[in-house]
């Protein structure tokens, strides 16, 4: 009683809303692990026939959703087994941004969307689920100690040129340079703290952002300016990581907190992105930087 509850605190106010919501999340979470299991699968050129596959399969799935939606949850189960395979493929080597993907996919082979009670379930539980890894994003940075005194800004302006680009407007030239000139996977390499006060202050402000926003997520008054906020300093991030399709992922888990369903019209954007990342991705585009 107490966990339901707590998953309801995240309840949409209008739950008119989320037959659409909950489809719109379902098409692209399906488009979105087959982007991501393609790109995987063209990462190793020995395998990759053996790696297709997997993304082949989930396209079916993708296109079966779309096309017979009666048969949504069906070929959601059939993505949750493709993806068991690609876990015990990668493993150990599996991505920690897989495994937000693999609970979303669970979440909705196992909730049945047709039913309001599984539909309020399943979306609220997806709402946790970003809520709990933006917070404890944020207590990781403070146990790890690497944004205190800004190393980790520091390691990444040293180790990415876009980070350099970004924080150029906050850390003098110099500090810059030396941070570039730095062979960051070198034994004892560093030191890589950063002086600049105000780098400093935006090393320190992520990881109190990350802490603090999930609790105006859930309160129901700040929930769409939090939304925008959070949105915001995501794609700040993003500018630098490069992690596009994470980025992706991460905005239609804040959508989701959104008073209308927006995320459902917005699929064919988001699959006209991956389309032009793949295409990068196999040189048919020129190359964009992206993990």
């Given at each position: 009683?107490?966990?339901?509850?707590?998953?309801?605190?995240?309840?949409?106010?209008?739950?008119?809303?989320?037959?659409?919501?909950?489809?719109?999340?379902?098409?692209?979470?399906?488009?979105?692990?087959?982007?991501?299991?393609?790109?995987?699968?063209?990462?190793?050129?020995?395998?990759?026939?053996?790696?297709?596959?997997?993304?082949?399969?989930?396209?079916?799935?993708?296109?079966?959703?779309?096309?017979?939606?009666?048969?949504?949850?069906?070929?959601?189960?059939?993505?949750?087994?493709?993806?068991?395979?690609?876990?015990?493929?990668?493993?150990?080597?599996?991505?920690?941004?897989?495994?937000?993907?693999?609970?979303?996919?669970?979440?909705?082979?196992f909730c049945d969307?047709?039913d309001a009670g599984?539909?309020?379930?399943?979306?609220?539980a997806a709402r946790?689920?970003?809520?709990?890894?933006?917070?404890?994003?944020?207590?990781?940075?403070?146990?790890?100690?690497?944004?205190?005194?800004?190393?980790?800004?520091?390691?990444?302006?040293?180790?990415?040129?876009?980070?350099?680009?970004?924080?150029?407007?906050?850390?003098?030239?110099?500090?810059?340079?030396?941070?570039?000139?730095?062979?960051?996977?070198?034994?004892?390499?560093?030191?890589?703290?950063?002086?600049?006060?105000?780098?400093?202050?935006?090393?320190?402000?992520?990881?109190?952002?990350?802490?603090?926003?999930?609790?105006?997520?859930?309160?129901?008054?700040?929930?769409?300016?939090?939304?925008?906020?959070?949105?915001?300093?995501?794609?700040?991030?993003?500018?630098?990581?490069?992690?596009?399709?994470?980025?992706?992922?991460?905005?239609?888990?804040?959508?989701?907190?959104?008073?209308?369903?927006?995320?459902?019209?917005?699929?064919?954007?988001?699959?006209?992105?991956?389309?032009?990342?793949?295409?990068?991705?196999?040189?048919?585009?020129?190359?964009?930087?992206?993990?």
């Amino acid at each position: 009683m107490r966990a339901a509850q707590v998953l309801a605190l995240t309840d949409d106010v209008d739950r008119a809303i989320q037959p659409a919501l909950a489809r719109g999340f379902q098409l692209f979470i399906l488009l979105h692990v087959t982007a991501r299991t393609l790109i995987w699968a063209l990462k190793d050129p020995d395998e990759v026939l053996l790696r297709m596959t997997l993304p082949v399969g989930l396209a079916i799935c993708f296109l079966a959703a779309v096309l017979r939606p009666h048969l949504a949850r069906t070929a959601t189960v059939g993505a949750l087994l493709l993806l068991t395979t690609k876990l015990v493929a990668s493993f150990p080597a599996t991505s920690n941004h897989f495994f937000i993907e693999y609970c979303c996919v669970a979440l909705l082979a196992f909730c049945d969307l047709a039913d309001a009670g599984e539909r309020a379930l399943a979306l609220n539980a997806a709402r946790w689920l970003m809520l709990i890894v933006f917070f404890w994003s944020g207590v990781q940075k403070v146990l790890y100690g690497t944004y205190v005194h800004a190393a980790f800004l520091g390691f990444s302006i040293g180790s990415k040129p876009s980070f350099a680009s970004l924080f150029s407007w906050l850390v003098p030239a110099d500090e810059i340079a030396r941070l570039r000139g730095i062979q960051p996977i070198a034994v004892g390499a560093g030191p890589f703290a950063i002086q600049s006060p105000l780098a400093v202050l935006a090393a320190n402000a992520a990881y109190a952002f990350e802490i603090v926003a999930p609790v105006f997520l859930v309160w129901r008054r700040t929930r769409t300016l939090a939304v925008l906020a959070t949105m915001a300093f995501v794609a700040t991030i993003e500018i630098g990581a490069r992690e596009l399709m994470f980025g992706a992922l991460f905005a239609n888990l804040l959508m989701l907190f959104l008073p209308r369903a927006i995320n459902r019209p917005l699929v064919p954007a988001f699959a006209a992105l991956y389309a032009v990342l793949i295409a990068s991705r196999l040189g048919v585009l020129p190359k964009v930087q992206f993990n």
